[in-house]
């Protein structure tokens, strides 16, 4: 490793390459508590050309390489998967490179995160439209377009990110660059729009987790922010599950162009109320689900229509408005007008101190959703024996459940789910045990709602290789996921592991 490390040396400033242990113990983990893989380099470059010189490196060294955007994945994928490897941190690559404003047009370097392009396009009257993922305060844009990332508001009008996506720089495992979309054509000054001048090749660099190549510009529509918007929260009835499903396809049916609708279960209004991280719902007399929507509109006529047409809906399906101030508990206005969309996301992964989520988030039809909430609750008590075992040491059980559903464009909803629990690490003991009920019941809570024939959108190490292991793609699809990766990464540099294309045992 010692001759590699002085090889990169060569390519970037000494201030940007590292092999401290404290440094690589930093890139070793992502969200979850179970995976961790520690790097034996971390590199932060600041241009292409640097990265594909590391690349080169990487394939003469048969060395692996892991991007890495806002690390804030949750299937581990974003640091090695075993020990080992370069973690490539693209978060110095953060500039905005043009904002073409007749074109409505804004291309940026890849590390640049949600909230620092959001916030530079507000100054012109103008928004991503989809706002990224929840955790848009850290996460990255290429790490957005890695995941097909959505939640962070605007996806039930734009849906997921990959929508917005107009042309990719994207550095090839062998360190070659192409330029995607109309930019293929290298007459193209500007790029301009995705699909032309044949196949549309930058899919297969949306949503790849980040294993068939690293992207590095990035250019995206932008929206004129309209100027109104309305934002109102709902305490469901009973049966909340059918009824807000049936919310959310009555809002479609009626064409009405809603912003956000999220649907947030009784568990979580229970917990965040008495974590007091939702105190505005304190005075709720019944801690039952509820649901929000925010619209918007360019002028105030527009914007009554559209609030009328989804007030109806509300009420014909008995939902009580909570009323229209924060203090009321309206949390979508809350949620939109103090909170800047992805605050609320970031407090809730750290919800209990101690405790950290182990979960599952999944694109499924609208009408499918409650049954696979039911089936979440169904799991959690055939899997009490297990539970019971972290139970006993912690003396806190794991809490099982749904987070948020979130309306996406279409019929689709976004459903967060799983569970959190502890670290093996508790109360000043090793306890093995733990870590072994975590991975049994992480991987059957995962397997379980893969059968639902979800879709997973974001799948790092942990999901990818689940969705191989339990044969969920088909052997034809499979084959030619692994035969694309063999062209574009001869040597398997990037992102070694992940789907399983080498087996566990990297011997094939
Ligand atoms: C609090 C919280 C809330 C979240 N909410 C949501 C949500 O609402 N919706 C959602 O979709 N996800 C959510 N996530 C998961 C995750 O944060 C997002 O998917 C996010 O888009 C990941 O971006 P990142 O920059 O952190 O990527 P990273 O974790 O750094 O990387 C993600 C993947 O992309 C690859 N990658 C990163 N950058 C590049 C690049 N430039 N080129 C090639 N590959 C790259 C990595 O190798 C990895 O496989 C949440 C996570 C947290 C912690």
Redesign the pocket.
Known sequence: MTEIYQKLLNLVNKNRISNNIYVRHAYSR??DILLQGIPDIVIRPTSVEEISEILKVANEENVAI?????????FG??KPINNGGIVLD?KAMDRIINLDQDNLLVTVE?GISWAKLNEYLCHFGLYTGCM????GM???I???I??H????GGCAKYGACTNQLVSLEVVLPTGDIIETGSSSNKFTKNPFNRFGNGPDLMGLFCGD??IY????KITLKVFPKPEYATYKTFQLPRKEREVSANIMMQVRQKGIDVYDLMYIMDLLVRVTTQEKFMPLWEHLKKKRGVIFYTIEANSEQQLEQEVKKLDNIMKNNNCEDLGPEISDGNIAKWHYTEQGHWQF??N??GIFPTMQPLSA?CFAPINKYPMILDDIDQWDQEHNADIQKIFEITKTRPIVGSGPVVLIDGNNV?ITCGFTSFWKYFDGKLHDIIEETNYKLWSSILERVTKHGVQW??M?DYMSRLMVDIGAYSNEYYQLMKSIKKVVDPNMIL?RGKFNFWGDNRSE
């Open positions: 992502n969200v892991i991007p890495r955007g806002g690390g804030d994945c949750e994928g974003s693209l890849a990224g993922p929840g955790s850290t996460a990255s290429g790490g957005g890695s995941h990332s959505v939640g962070g987790n980040g190549g690293i992207k590095t996301y970031h809730l992964w988030e976004e959108y974001m790092g992102s």
